[in-house]
């Protein structure tokens, strides 16, 4: 291996390091506790090799979504495999993307209410936001009908995500969840 491989690897590695010890430290006492002087204690790095590899926090937050967006297009794709028919793929989509944010309430932060420096609705997406759009896409395309799928897309994402949100923040009662989600996939499945 060239010296230059090795230092490639270990620098992805490095990076790598980083946005686990961010995501972790998210996760057990929120983002407000993620700072470059934290990360570098955790991963036992100085802040300037951090600052080597990231512009500051928001740079880390960004590549924690990023990773976030990936790991829900890939838990949205197995929904919508797995479904019988369209209907049942709506249904098992908003379901997924639902237990998603629940089980990773920090990632889900770091996607969608927290200010990260992505660029959304724009031709410059990265392909893992990109892709998880394009499975809400062709999750909804057999009942868009004549209405523009993205535009249909971007609605029923906005029900997904408004949903999601107000209940975590007690602005929804829980017990009427399912309830919500169903009158939702009826709107998108008919």
């Not at 929120?30 to 928001?58: C, M, N």
């Not at 209405?147 to 209940?167: A, I």
Request: no cysteine.
């Amino acid at each position: 291996m060239s010296t230059q491989a090795r230092r490639e690897r270990e620098r992805a590695e490095r990076e790598r390091a980083i946005v686990a010890a961010a995501r972790d430290l998210a996760l057990t006492e929120g983002w407000d506790a993620v700072t470059t002087r934290r990360l570098a204690a955790e991963i036992e790095y100085s802040q300037p090799v951090l600052y080597s590899h990231f512009k500051g926090k928001d740079a880390i937050m960004a590549a924690v979504a990023v990773e976030g967006f990936a790991e829900l297009a890939t838990t949205l794709a197995s929904a919508r495999a797995s479904a019988a028919d369209p209907r049942q793929a709506v249904a098992d989509v908003a379901a997924a993307y639902v237990a998603f944010a629940e089980r990773r309430p920090a990632l889900y932060d770091a996607m969608f209410t927290l200010a990260v420096d992505l660029p959304f609705a724009s031709q410059s997406v990265p392909t893992d936001l990109a892709r998880g759009f394009a499975e809400l896409a062709e999750t909804v395309r057999p009942a868009a009908g004549d209405d523009d799928l993205e535009t249909f897309t971007e609605t029923f994402w906005s029900g997904l995500h408004g949903l999601v949100t107000l209940m975590r923040s007690g602005r929804l009662r829980r017990a009427g969840h399912e309830q919500r989600l169903a009158v939702l996939v009826r709107g998108f499945s008919r």
